[in-house]
């Protein structure tokens, strides 16, 4: 299949994939978080492509995305009370919210779950084309399964070339992490996936907030997964990827001292110099906002010099670091070194 580079600036691109998608087609689209790729939502065949061009696993359901708030009341049984503050406050934004579902939701998109997941997105372009497509989008992450989540159009084609009908090209995400996802569907409400709004901000509209074991913890063995996806090994590089957890001079000593053939740092901007093996950053140390935006690309590039075993600076859980500390520790199979 030829896959049609777009134009995300470019009004005749955008209608172009409202076309696409329209027709049953998948197109990567840029939002503020990651590319998604995106299907006709009400379209239980189109939204099977989108497991098939990402080789996703089949219980592994799909965000729905609108571009109006209004939107979701065909797509959920019931609007609650919560679910329009947590709107009013975080949509359009990064923020995804699991409600039971109504009929018009296909299997094939929540995965065989009585819920579905909904978000407005913030980003114009996203909006434009799911105005243009006339019908609200399900849309994961564009990457192939496993790997890291496209942070840039380049990143989509990379895996999805040939496989897909178009590409949406945006420029970089804002966010650079997936959004956050919470359920509604359970009492007190529950985080299931930390991203661009964090706990806090979560708990000033809702009080409580439980933060799902998951988040920062492996399944244990036979434990079933809140969010399914979160029982996936995730966003992971060719490369072993271990999270080294100390200060600055530890890391560098622990680094310098198993400087092996293969030997790469992720390590935090301004700290290269002191590094014996090659090293890429991602972002200040305090800057977790920076750090969210370049993890993924980082990930990437780091196949691409091939590393082999990657140190990674380990990230301070909190605030949005919550999400990359979550994103990383995947990418790492949970695999840290204590050295504080
Ligand atoms: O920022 C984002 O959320 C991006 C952009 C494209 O919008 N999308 C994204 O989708 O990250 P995906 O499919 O890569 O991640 C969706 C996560 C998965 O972990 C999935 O298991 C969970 O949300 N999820 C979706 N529907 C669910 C449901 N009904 N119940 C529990 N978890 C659900
Ligand atoms: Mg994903």
Redesign the pocket.
Known sequence: MHTEKLDAGCPKDIARAGEILRNGGLVGIP?E????LAANALDGKAVSKIFAAKGRPAD????V?ISEFSQIYPLVETVPPVAERLAERFWPG?F?M?LPKSAIIPDEV?AG?P???I?F?SHPAAQAVIDAAGVPLA???ANTSGKP?PTLAEHVIADMAGKIDAVLDGGPCNVGV??T?I?LASNPPRL??P?GITPEELQSVLGEIKIDPAVLNPLEEGEKA?????KYKHYSPKANVILVDGDFDQYCDYVNTHKEEGVMALCYDGEEASLEVSALSYGGEKDYQQQARELFDALRELDERNAKVVYARCPKPEGVGLAVYNRLIRAAGFEVIQLG
């Open positions: 939002t978080t990651v590319y998604g592994n359901p799909l965000i995305h990064p995804t699991i929540s779950l819920t579905v997941a978000r997105p849309a994961p992450s989540s997936e959004s996802v359920t299931l996936r991203g809140s969010s399914p996806g979160m």
